[in-house]
């Protein structure tokens, strides 16, 4: 009896359990509340004395007729805020100003709430759940803007960023980003102060620059997806294959992997295709013997990776081709060696250009160092984070710098060199974590010696089963 009464208990204690068990519907790994919050801080602490910085949110765009583009939030105002919303606006005081009988650092104008609108395009924020869930002190409605009471001749310095300065006006919407972006302006015209509109960006280019622990796991998770897909492809890659196709694995694979978006257009160019630096028609049926280049990242809660990767469509490199892709590999090494902190940004590419210059002289495609701009055109390094290419000073590079490393190589038919080089792309392209040691490489699972990648595009896709 008292064996059952156990049992019985048990199994009472399981079914609770499992009653209080929430099904988790959506991602919950965002970044916090509190990370915004100290990014505003740092902001703050790099304002002049008697400041105010304002930003916008990023509008709706017109993709054709009445159909809007997929909306991207302004990164800037993103890292501050984590609002993803349009018809935004941000202020954010150096010292605390009294507003309407409270003393507050900064202020939040969000979108107005509209039961009609939201039927169509889904919940919009109110107020309060802005406070709660943003962590902000003074959340308002863009309405208010308007008529709101803020003096900016109270204020030395006037910071903003006019990015969004040409929005088209809705005359019936008092809250939209035209009509925040007017009444700011009047509001400036009346005390006749001007507004700097350089020294924020440039505060702006070097917080985001550095990324912190949080921003680092975002960024790794992104690179991860995209590394699988990658190598998905790599697999999936056969004669006959139209470029768009291969794009479209890429892209289910983010999908697939939790990616909501790619981070920006995938270039997947073969022969010709592939010395077109940022092609994106991906039209061509790819044929054997031909080299296919595909540059294509995946975004993670709005950071973005940006990987690429340059192989034969048939599996087997041909000796020209592989001449030509050990160089660039050859060449990326030394670049990636060079991402340390304290080296300036340059370094990386002067590296890689370096090796570029050397071999190419020594098999005979260029005749003196100048002639490598017809073949590498390009700089070796750009920072990646909320924008794939992202803000950053380009100045000397410091720990948590996340930057590309990718130099290339393109020869497009007609080129001043031997036609057995002709319509040869190749780059190769990771993502780099500068740290106080030696750099990590975030998507170095990606095969990129000859070697590994022939072996793994003998291996079985999804894709193609049994090919």
């Not at 925040?180 to 620059?209: P, S």
């Not at 790819?286 to 280049?293: A, H, T």
Request: proline share 3%; aromatic share 10%.
């Amino acid at each position: 009896m008292k064996q059952k009464i156990a049992l019985l208990l048990l199994a009472l204690v399981s079914l609770s359990a499992q009653a209080q068990k929430k099904v988790q519907l959506y991602a919950d790994d965002y970044l916090t509340k509190e990370f915004h919050a100290g990014r505003r801080n740092l902001l703050r602490a790099q304002l002049p004395d008697s400041g105010v910085a304002i930003f916008f949110a990023a509008p709706l765009k017109i993709r054709s007729n009445d159909v809007e583009y997929q909306f991207k939030q302004d990164p800037d105002f993103y890292y501050l805020t984590g609002f993803d919303h349009t018809n935004s606006m941000l202020l954010v005081f150096k010292d605390e100003k009294e507003f309407e009988g409270q003393m507050v650092h900064e202020i939040l104008f969000i979108q107005d709430k509209d039961k009609y609108a939201e039927k169509w395009t889904g919940p919009r924020m109110s107020v309060d759940t802005a406070k709660v869930k943003l962590g902000f002190k003074m959340v308002k409605y863009s309405s208010d803007f308007p008529d709101f009471k803020i003096n900016f001749a109270k204020f030395d310095v006037v910071m903003w960023d006019d990015k969004f300065s040409d929005v088209e006006d809705d005359a019936a919407d008092r809250g939209d980003a035209a009509s925040l972006i007017k009444h700011f302006k009047l509001k400036l015209e009346v005390v006749e102060k001007k507004a700097n509109t350089d020294d924020l960006k440039y505060i702006m280019a070097g917080l985001r620059e550095i990324k912190t622990m949080e921003e680092v796991i975002l960024l790794k998770k992104a690179i991860k997806i995209t590394c699988d897909a990658h190598k998905e492809l790599m697999k999936a890659m056969e004669p006959g294959l139209f470029e768009y196709q291969g794009q479209a694995i890429v892209e289910y694979m983010f999908k697939k992997g939790g990616a909501e978006y790619p981070g920006y257009p995938s270039i997947c160019g073969v022969a010709e295709n592939a010395c077109i630096l940022h092609y994106t028609s991906n039209k061509r049926k790819m044929q054997k013997g031909e080299l296919f280049l595909i540059d294509a990242g995946a975004e993670y809660h709005g950071y973005s990776a940006d990987v690429t990767r340059t192989y034969p469509v048939s599996g087997k490199f041909s000796p020209e081709q592989k001449i030509i892709y050990n160089i660039v590999l050859e060449a990326q090494l030394a670049g990636i060696e060079a991402c340390k902190a304290g080296n300036y940004f340059r370094d990386p590419h002067k590296a890689a250009e370096k090796i570029i210059i050397q071999r190419l002289l020594e098999i005979g495609i260029i005749k003196a160092e100048k002639d490598v701009m017809k073949y590498f055109f390009h700089g070796t390094s750009h920072y990646i984070g909320l924008d794939v290419h992202d803000a950053g000073i380009m100045n000397k590079l410091s720990a948590w710098n996340v930057i590309t490393v990718e130099p290339g190589i393109y020869i497009a038919a007609g080129s001043d060199c031997d036609p057995k080089w002709w319509n040869i792309g190749v780059r190769i392209e990771d993502d780099i974590l500068v740290t106080d040691g030696k750099p990590e490489n975030l998507s170095t699972s990606v095969p990129k010696t000859v070697e590994e990648i022939e072996a793994l595009m003998k291996q079985e896709s999804i894709f193609n089963l049994g090919k």
